[in-house]
């Protein structure tokens, strides 16, 4: 195990609360101490549902470690069914209580409740939550999609789908799952149901009446898919939509499985993203270097946006979904770069700074990670905080959330060029940083005239601190710029500034130079050019 400030993904049982909340008629009894009941901070201030998530917790402490935890969990079974009444119930237990190995599955088993009651054994210390929702939607599934049935024939209705994947706290699932909707209805095709988001017990019981199956995100409903189509003979669709020419590909597979025309529904490719980056604008965008990072849904997705349509090129591609690191291998390699598998921000991070991107494209740590370094970035993936929650309507899958890609990748681009002109002409007498808006006259008291005006801030007291309190560690010393070289190392362009001074610095001290000058600045750059 590793402690860490960060993680991308939390234990599995938070993707089994991720199935439970996004479903009606389910409830979740989590054998947890008290401490492990961070549930409602997750969707409800993250996710901002206007519900609270259907679990309940034992929140057992230290004192009743030396009694029946057993019996509180049994207790704690029988009083959620009475409260909540749910269709069906889910068991198990956090990272936590694993270690106390009471059993939950054969505790609940015991009150021979009248209702559907799966266990989950979800191993906290070998996999994760993407697993974990993966495992427990699974698992509702075998246990509640029923036996096989002869299927009503074709003929004289319309081809009927399930739509498998969407999950409470996923990112952008409730807008995509909007988007794959209008396809499938401009096709012509019925859903029959979509789960986990929205369905109920009842409902899965009711998935083995479609004709296939569309699964939009991998990681969560590819071994349910696999299940139902061993069992009912479903066929099933893992291509994700993600970008015109995927949105297209799954238009012509969906169409082929349900044996319809695509054609009405590609005439015209109705998205701008094509136009967009073909538009002479664009030709600023073409080769820019770009880094990604997330699940491996969207971490696949977006590369082959970014390369095939957005002309960008790949220099870093990873994932933290450890479970398809082949598939993102091998796209890695198209681009001529080997994938990053891991879950250590710090490696990512590490990985960045390699690679010395142009645009960022990860989730909210490579976020962070970005600002720091001074790159432009974007959020492409979870883990997200709650400003990546819109309110507004905005997916990722689609010929919609193609146009929503482009703005999301491109934006943070054209930002960074409008900084890196404020910064070439920073010295310009009406672009300074003391002038005032042009449109307002000469007369405007401007930030530097209204700073004039204001009354000396008076000086902090001297902080006396006495020589033994502190121990002082030698830090490599840089040195100093000159005027000119400063002035000449605002010329550089934002993004590749930062590497040219630490290039220089490091040119610098490894020549013990006492002061970094014009000169110093040119050298650096021919020897590292070379």
């Not at 969407?166 to 019925?190: C, V």
């Not at 799954?250 to 169409?255: I, L, N, S, T, W």
């Not at 997330?294 to 790949?314: C, N, P, S, Y």
Request: aromatic share 8%; proline share 8%; hydrophobic share 45%.
């Amino acid at each position: 195990m590793q402690l860490t400030v960060w993680t991308y993904e939390g234990p599995p049982h938070i993707g089994a609360m991720r199935v439970a909340t996004a479903m009606e008629g389910l409830h979740y009894v989590l054998h947890a101490p008290q401490g492990d009941t961070y549930a409602d901070l997750l969707f409800t201030m993250i996710e901002r549902r206007e519900k609270r998530p259907p679990v309940t917790y034992t929140t057992f402490q230290a004192r009743d470690l030396g009694g029946d935890t057993a019996l509180l969990f049994k207790d704690a079974v029988a009083q959620a069914h009475a409260r909540f009444q749910p269709q069906a119930m889910i068991v198990g237990a956090s990272c936590t209580a694993e270690l106390i190995q009471d059993d939950p599955g054969g505790l609940a088993k015991a009150l021979a409740l009248p209702i559907p009651v799966i266990p989950l054994e979800l191993p906290a210390y070998q996999k994760k939550e993407n697993w974990g929702a993966s495992e427990t939607f699974y698992r509702l599934v075998r246990a509640l999609a029923g036996q096989p049935v002869e299927r009503s024939s074709r003929e004289g209705r319309r081809p009927l789908c399930n739509i498998l994947g969407p999950t409470a706290l996923g990112f952008r699932h409730r807008d995509d799952l909007i988007e794959i909707r209008k396809i499938l209805e401009s096709l012509g095709i019925d859903v029959n149901v979509v789960a986990p988001l929205g369905a109920s017990p009842a409902d899965l019981g009711r998935l083995r009446e479609a004709d296939f199956n569309v699964v939009l995100y991998p990681e969560i409903a590819r071994a349910a898919a696999q299940h139902l189509e061993k069992t009912f003979r479903q066929p099933f669709i893992d291509i994700v939509p993600i970008g015109v020419g995927a949105t297209t590909r799954f238009v012509e597979a969906v169409a082929a499985l349900a044996g319809v025309d695509p054609a009405p529904v590609l005439a015209g490719v109705p998205s701008r993203l094509p136009w967009y980056s073909r538009s002479v604008d664009s030709t600023y965008l073409t080769d820019k270097r770009v880094f990604i990072f997330g699940d491996a849904t969207h971490a696949l997705g977006i590369a082959r946006v970014a390369a095939t349509e957005l002309g960008f090129r790949v220099v870093g591609l990873g994932t933290y979904s450890r479970e398809f690191a082949r598939e993102v291998r091998a796209e890695a390699a198209l681009h001529g770069i080997e994938a990053i598998i891991a879950d250590d921000y710090l490696d990512v991070e590490a990985a960045i700074q390699a690679a010395q991107p142009e645009l960022v494209l990860g989730t909210q740590m490579e976020r962070h990670v970005a600002k720091r370094l001074g790159i432009p970035c974007a959020v492409i993936s979870a883990p997200v905080h709650v400003q990546d929650f819109p309110a507004r309507h905005s997916p990722q899958m689609g010929f919609e959330g193609a146009n929503v890609l482009f703005d999301t990748l491109v934006h943070p681009l054209m930002m960074g060029l409008e900084e890196h002109l404020l910064g070439m002409f920073r010295e310009d007498p009406e672009f300074h940083d003391g002038a005032a808006p042009s449109h307002l006259g000469r007369t405007h008291a401007g930030p530097a005239m209204m700073q004039e005006a204001a009354p000396p801030a008076p000086a902090p007291a001297p902080m006396v601190v006495e020589a033994a309190q502190v121990t002082l560690t030698p830090i490599p010393t840089t040195a100093p710029w000159s005027p000119d070289a400063e002035k000449e190392l605002k010329k550089i362009p934002f993004f590749v500034r930062g590497k040219a001074r630490a290039n220089t610095e490091r040119f610098a001290r490894e020549r013990q130079l006492p002061l970094i000058t014009l000169e110093t600045l040119y050298d650096a750059k021919a020897h590292f050019g070379r």
